[in-house]
């Protein structure tokens, strides 16, 4: 059974910083894509960040620069640090992966932040 749980969520001030783990268990973030997402209130999920399994990172265009998307195979985990926040970044963020042709989700963290 694969698990995927998020922690690290807060309210901060913009500007702020916040650094979200996602603790995978039943697969291996060294094998798999993963993703972040988030979804804002009354808005669709969208896709924030992803890492291959080589390391290789992406980004949506609206983060760049800010966020960095990064992981620690021993640990199994996988960690969003993100930078000058915006209130825009206002959202529940997911972890997210494949794992044999299923998808995967967390619970979700909250991340608020304030102007």
């Known amino acids: 059974q694969v698990q995927l749980v998020e922690s690290g969520g807060d309210l901060v001030q913009a500007g702020g910083s916040l650094k979200l783990s996602c603790v995978v268990s039943?697969?291996?973030?060294?094998?798999?894509?993963m993703m972040w997402y988030r979804q804002a209130l009354g808005k669709q999920r969208e896709l924030v960040a992803t890492?291959?399994?080589?390391?290789?990172?992406s980004y949506q265009d609206s983060v760049k620069g800010r966020f960095t998307i990064s992981k620690d195979n021993a640990r199994n985990t996988v960690y969003l640090q993100m930078n000058s926040l915006k209130p825009e970044d206002t959202a529940v963020y997911y972890c997210?992966?494949?794992?044999?042709?299923?998808?995967?989700w967390g619970q979700g963290t909250q991340v608020t932040v304030s102007s």
């Open positions: 997210k992966c494949l794992h044999f042709g299923r998808t995967y």
């Open positions: 039943g697969s291996s973030v060294s094998t798999r894509d």
């Open positions: 890492i291959s399994p080589t390391g290789s990172e």
